[in-house]
């Protein structure tokens, strides 16, 4: 029988389901799974295009229901890897993966990510094994639990005033 697991002070304890910034990118506020039974860690992105240089453009969508380049943040990076990916649904696919820096709550650290099309999911991203291993300890529990939940944006007012 194994005892307690030993855990390093410096690791900051997560929900399942956190929002979360990429900050070098200019987005603050992505609905991320802390995904311990992924390897890697995916993105939602659109419109992918390689380049020239070992680069890649894409397409960072700000809203999972409105999928349109004006709700959209263009990336070029530095391609740093291309790999085959099993999927959650079991097929196998080739995949660009960039790095960039994560922050959740007050930790940040650089990460892979994988640029995939995640539209029909929840959550716009997947933290995997490899970039919560030694920052991050996933609480399975708790939903949110280092940041809040973003607030919903409030409809568009109405044009038709009424009668007072």
Do not use: Y
């Not at 690791?11 to 929002?19: K, L």
């Not at 910034?21 to 390897?39: F, H, M, S, Y």
């Amino acid at each position: 029988m194994h005892g307690p697991a030993q855990t390093n002070k410096t690791q900051a304890v997560i929900g399942w389901r956190e929002t979360v910034a990429l900050p070098e990118w200019g987005i603050d506020n992505i609905i991320a799974k802390a995904d311990t039974g992924a390897r890697s860690s995916a993105l939602d992105v659109m419109e992918i295009k390689e380049l020239s240089g070992n680069r890649v453009r894409f397409q960072v969508a700000l809203s999972r229901k409105n999928r349109v380049k004006e709700r959209a943040i263009e990336v070029v990076a530095p391609i740093s890897r291309r790999s085959r990916v099993r999927s959650a649904h079991g097929t196998t696919q080739d995949r660009l993966f960039v790095e960039t820096l994560l922050r959740i709550g007050d930790t940040q650290r650089r990460i892979e990510l994988g640029l995939v099309c995640r539209k029909r999911m929840i959550c716009r991203m997947l933290i995997g094994r490899s970039s919560l291993a030694g920052t991050f300890l996933v609480d399975s529990t708790g939903k949110h639990v280092v940041t809040d939940r973003p607030l919903r944006r409030p409809k568009a007012a109405s044009k038709t005033k009424k009668a007072l």
